[in-house]
């Protein structure tokens, strides 16, 4: 049925959006962290959102409804910002370096407070369009009524 | 004269054929039984194929397997409105049966 396409479109959408909110959380989890196992302090993390078509394959081809140019967000990468590290002086820090710096996180609190509502509120878009699917889809069974 | 429209008229035949009615003085000519014919059996089995969706996502959920809760509520959602919908195609179906049923001879 062709409202559960769109539910499925709003689905990936909402796994889009809660992997982004897991980054952020990670970001602001991690504003303070110095050490990594990779060496060096936490980098900001971010997705790369991508639109992938929604049916695949054969399906694809056959399909009449228009479906063919539907499109699904997948989260295809997860970047690293490279900006430098913020530096703050605290000689007493043990991973203070020669002189006395220690490279904190490049991740700014505030900035990533700002994505978490637009990560929120895209969210709560796409539970609104799923609802909406989901309404349409119960005012046709009244036809029948 | 001869009456045969409600033969081909009435469509409760299709959705719900009898099981073995078929030879009983031609009430059902155009379904086969063994056949396609019978939608109302098929529409059953993806209703309950979409409902045992939902109840492995639920299952999932609860044990930890998976901790992706919208998917869960999307299968509940669909199950819920193609049960819905089987429950329209039931009730349309009944009440013409019961609208021929209460016909005067």
Redesign the interface.
């Known amino acids: 049925m062709d409202f559960f396409t769109s539910m499925d479109v709003s689905s990936s959408g909402m796994t889009a959006e809660r992997t982004r909110m897991n980054l952020i959380s990670s970001n602001i989890a991690n504003a303070n962290s110095t050490r990594t196992p990779e060496g060096g302090p936490y980098k900001r993390k971010d997705p790369v959102f991508a639109a992938v078509p929604a049916t695949a394959g054969f399906n694809a081809v056959l399909d009449r409804n228009g479906n063919a140019n539907l499109k699904k967000v997948e989260v295809t990468q997860i970047r690293e910002d490279q900006s430098p590290p913020r530096l703050q002086y605290d000689p007493t820090h043990p991973d203070a370096d020669a002189q006395g710096y220690v490279a904190l996180p490049n991740v700014n609190v505030i900035e990533e407070m700002a994505d978490m509502v637009s990560a929120t509120r895209a969210y709560e878009a796409n539970v609104t369009a799923a609802q909406a699917a989901k309404s349409m889809a119960t005012k046709t069974l009244d036809l029948l009524r | 004269m001869e009456i045969n429209g409600i033969n081909s008229g009435a469509g409760i035949s299709k959705v719900i054929p009898a099981n073995g009615a078929s030879g009983a003085n031609g009430i059902n000519p155009s379904v086969q039984p063994g056949k396609s014919g019978n939608f109302f059996e098929e529409l059953v089995g993806k209703v309950s194929d979409l409902q045992a969706q939902a109840d492995d996502k639920i299952k999932n959920m609860v044990t930890g397997d998976s901790k ?1 809760l ?2 869960v509520m ?1 299968a509940v ?2 199950a819920n ?2 049960f ?2 089987l429950t ?2 039931r ?2 179906a009944l009440d013409a049966y019961q609208e021929i049923m209460k016909m005067q001879v």
């Open positions: 992706e919208h998917e999307m959602e669909k409105i193609s819905q919908f329209q195609v009730n349309k």
